[in-house]
């Protein structure tokens, strides 16, 4: 069973992220996407970048732990979510836009390439792709989720091939320049 998987994982994760909203990466997508853009946002968590996404766009929110989106759906019945794996993706679903905040860490480089893959398949012509990261060159297991940081070079390596890289920038979100997004463009 994965750490997601319980409701103590649940409201421990919960608790850390309290005081994090993504509104920033949020303002950073809306110059490279249009309002009313599809958006398939991956590990939405308690939802709290989905009610954000939601005010411009049309939101399918998706998670690999049904605690998360049962209480999501309590107070959102009419919510489009998904149970999704982020390496896997098994929909039929395609999407203007995917999304994520500190999600893909949790999975290994190679699941992350695999994912970008599958990302590919999944976007619309021209789909644009944000995602967020720690900055860095390590993995850690706290309580059995993985970490993964990445460096820029990293993710514009994975990415080049299959995508046109609009930007990569480092960002603060803890201490100084420990974050990195990335926004790709489908080729």
């Given amino acids: 069973m994965g750490f997601f998987d319980t409701e103590k994982g649940v ?6 992220a309290e005081g994090y909203d993504g509104a920033e990466l949020i303002k950073i997508l809306q110059k490279h996407l249009p309002e009313n853009s599809t958006i398939l946002e991956l590990g939405m968590g ?3 970048y989905t009610d954000i996404l939601k005010k411009s766009y049309s939101v399918t929110g998706s ?3 049904q605690i998360f989106l049962d209480k999501y759906k309590k ?11 982020a390496t896997t ?11 994520s905040n500190k999600e893909l860490h949790h999975l290994t480089r190679e699941n992350l390439i695999k994912s970008l893959q599958r990302q590919k398949e999944i976007l619309n012509p021209n789909g ?11 993995t850690e297991n706290i309580e059995g989720l993985i970490f993964t940081y990445y460096e820029m070079d990293d993710l514009k390596k994975m ?16 201490e100084k320049d420990d974050s990195i997004y990335v926004i790709l463009r489908n080729k």
């Fill in 11 to 16: 409201e421990q994760y919960i608790k850390m």
């Fill in 46 to 48: 308690p939802g709290k």
């Fill in 63 to 65: 998670d690999n732990s």
């Fill in 75 to 85: 107070n959102n019945p009419d919510a489009d979510l998904l149970f999704l794996d």
């Fill in 89 to 99: 993706l098994q929909t039929q679903q395609k999407f203007d836009c995917i999304y």
């Fill in 128 to 138: 644009i792709i944000l995602h967020s990261f720690w900055n860095g060159s390590k």
């Fill in 159 to 174: 990415a080049e091939s299959d995508f046109e890289i609009l930007a990569t920038e480092t960002y603060t979100e803890m």
